[in-house]
């Protein structure tokens, strides 16, 4: 993977040996339905952060259709990394490498993110990281703690949950695990991953999405379901969802069977069907917010909205905790578009507080797609010098451990 013209190896060099010299990475994020530029100093300062959001193309579909995708990310790249530059008050001059992401994701719209970012680092003599899409999701978390002053320790448990993924991962320090390795100068010590357990079926995310589409509450689900949860109305839920159950792996999730209990509830009460109808027109009218649409919810929906964010919420919450009890973690991670969930947060913050572990989230910008987070994990990559030539292919299914 290493093959870099002469001038570009001398500029990496020099960065990496001047502790004082700041590296400002770009990011670059297309694995999506999310195109995003962002500039990272050092990997922990945000100088820009820029994302384009293609909710509204894809939105009438129900979900991310991977063409569309990826005809958005060429019209949008190119303006997505100049606003980046130009809110960091930088030329392309002035960035000292490209980190891009080559996986996982969908092939078409990785190859949008990984092309230009080929030919900005060619054309502009600088080095190329390749970024696994979900180490950023990783270091989104240190970037927050970042701002307020604090660093998560390790060992960590992180789950990354979000529309495509529900994993949990044990996060080392790659130099405590094999003191023979240097830390980068300057740099932060890269991370040791082990995959601990993922989902068998559906990502947490993607049940939020299909539960909202069947009760005619729109695209995307997490939000609105995250919102219409809270609403009160005193009512007890029309259906009980027990603890999902997995076989083998304690730490594996599976979200299909809970989507599918929904699914049967609302085709075996028919009264469901009038008001999933009023709200489906009202979505075709564009009225699409949670105060157009909690008016034209009954409270029995309201309490099967609870439920079903219960039974989300306790099964991520008590397989992280286990598994971080279970490995002595110092802390606990959480990243992903579905991190951005209120009452995951509260859960999370109460029980992992209860066992004297402290939980670390990113800010709900940070926790969806972004590429800061790309930008962020491309440093230390960059400080121990894994670089990528012009060969680098999208790999759709590229794994972190
Ligand atoms: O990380 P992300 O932006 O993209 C993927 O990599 O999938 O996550 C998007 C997912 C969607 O499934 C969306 O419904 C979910 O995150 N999501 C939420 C919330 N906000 C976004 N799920 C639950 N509660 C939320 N507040
Ligand atoms: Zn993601």
């Known amino acids: 993977m290493l093959a870099l013209p002469l001038e570009c190896l001398q500029v990496c060099d020099a960065v990496a040996q001047n502790k004082n ?23 922990r300062e945000i100088l820009s952060s820029v994302v384009a959001s293609q909710i509204d193309v894809h939105r009438k579909y129900g979900g991310v259709v991977p063409e569309l995708a990826s005809r958005e990310h060429l019209r949008q790249i190119v303006p997505v990394v100049r606003e980046a530059l130009e809110q960091a008050k930088m030329q ?120 909202a589409k069947l009760l005619g509450l729109g695209y ?31 730490y594996d999730f599976s979200f299909s069977g809970l989507k599918t209990a929904v699914l049967y509830h609302v085709r075996e009460h028919p009264e469901y069907a009038p008001e999933i109808h009023r709200r489906e027109e009202s979505l075709a009218r564009g009225e699409r917010k949670y105060e157009q649409l909690l008016p034209l919810c009954s409270s029995q929906t309201l309490a099967l909205v609870r439920e079903f964010q219960n039974a989300v919420v306790r099964d991520l919450v008590d397989r992280t905790l286990a598994a971080a009890e279970e490995l002595s973690a110092e802390s606990i991670l959480v990243s992903g578009g579905v991190a951005a969930n209120s009452q995951l947060r509260a859960t999370f913050e109460d029980r992992a507080k209860s066992k004297g572990l402290e939980v670390f989230f990113p800010s709900r910008a940070l926790s969806t797609d972004n590429a800061a987070m790309i930008a962020a994990a491309a440093y230390s990559r960059f400080k121990s010098g894994i670089f990528a030539d012009t060969s680098l292919n999208a790999d759709p299914s590229l794994k972190l451990a």
């Open 21 to 43: 010299m700041s590296v400002r990475i770009l990011g670059i994020e297309s694995s999506c339905d999310e195109t995003a530029a962002a500039v990272v100093a050092d990997g």
């Open 220 to 250: 995307p689900g997490g939000p609105i379901l995250d919102r219409l949860a809270a609403a009160k109305n005193g009512v007890p839920a029309p259906v009980k969802f027990g603890s999902i159950k997995t076989r083998g792996n304690p």
């Open 92 to 211: 392309l001059a002035d960035i000292d490498a490209i980190g891009v992401t080559h996986g996982p994701g969908l092939v078409g719209a990785l190859l949008v993110g990984i092309t230009y970012g080929k030919t900005l680092a060619s054309a502009l003599q600088k080095p190329l990281v390749p970024v696994n899409h979900l180490e950023g999701h990783v270091h989104a978390v240190f970037l927050e703690a970042h701002k307020s002053g604090s660093e998560p320790k390790l060992p960590a448990v992180c789950l990354i949950v979000s529309g495509g993924h529900t994993v949990l991962y044990e996060v080392t320090n790659a130099v405590s695990a094999q003191p023979e390795m240097a830390v980068p100068q300057g740099g932060l010590a890269p991370f040791l991953y082990r995959k601990i357990g993922q989902t068998r079926d559906d990502a947490a995310g993607e049940a939020y999405d299909k539960v």
